[in-house]
């Protein structure tokens, strides 16, 4: 349960029953039955962009946005946030980027929609403190059970269970896997 460290015992228990059933998978199949449509870079970033655009207009250009391969989602969560800088001439330039993690290539609107979120949520606000959490749920108002939600799917693969949705264009049209 390494994704469920931070909530209560009681449920971590549940969410233990339910995969020791076989029953989380499906649960959230049918709480969440189609993947999104966001397929490569390109259409990443502006996703995000879109997102950035209508709630943070006067924050910080992003320089690229990208589902990446390489990210440990253990170890960087589910995406991240940089800001590389560099000196030109007299000015000291930020280059902003967010990486998603590849494994949400193929999942549903609002686990994207989450995580988008919360790394835009970085170019204001650092640390996961209130405001942090404050600006995550002015974006998104179901940030938390998203978040609950996402760590649950993560529990569920980790648990051995197959992932639960198919990329649009690979026979299924986008939908469940079972």
């Not at 020791?20 to 999104?36: E, N, V």
Request: aromatic share 8%.
């Amino acid at each position: 349960m390494k994704y469920l460290g931070g909530y209560p015992a009681a449920l971590q228990s549940q969410a233990q029953q339910l995969l020791d059933q076989g029953r989380l998978g499906p649960m959230l199949a049918q709480k969440y039955p189609a993947a999104h449509g966001v397929r490569n870079d390109r259409a990443l970033y502006d996703y995000v962009m879109a997102l950035k655009a209508e709630y943070l207009r006067s924050s910080d250009p992003l320089g690229k946005v990208c589902f990446d391969g390489k990210l440990q989602v253990v170890a960087h969560a589910l995406g991240t946030h940089t800001a590389v800088s560099r000196v030109q001439g007299s000015k000291l330039k930020a280059k902003r980027e967010i990486r998603v993690a590849s494994l949400f290539r193929d999942g549903p609107a609002q686990f994207l929609r989450m995580i988008a979120v919360h790394e835009l949520a970085h170019i204001r606000e650092k640390a996961h403190d209130k405001a942090f959490y404050s600006l995550c749920t002015h974006m998104e108002p179901a940030y938390h059970q998203l978040e609950f939600d996402v760590r649950l799917y993560l529990t569920h693969l980790d648990g051995g269970g197959a992932p639960l949705w198919a990329a649009p264009g690979a026979g299924t049209a986008g939908v469940l896997l079972t």
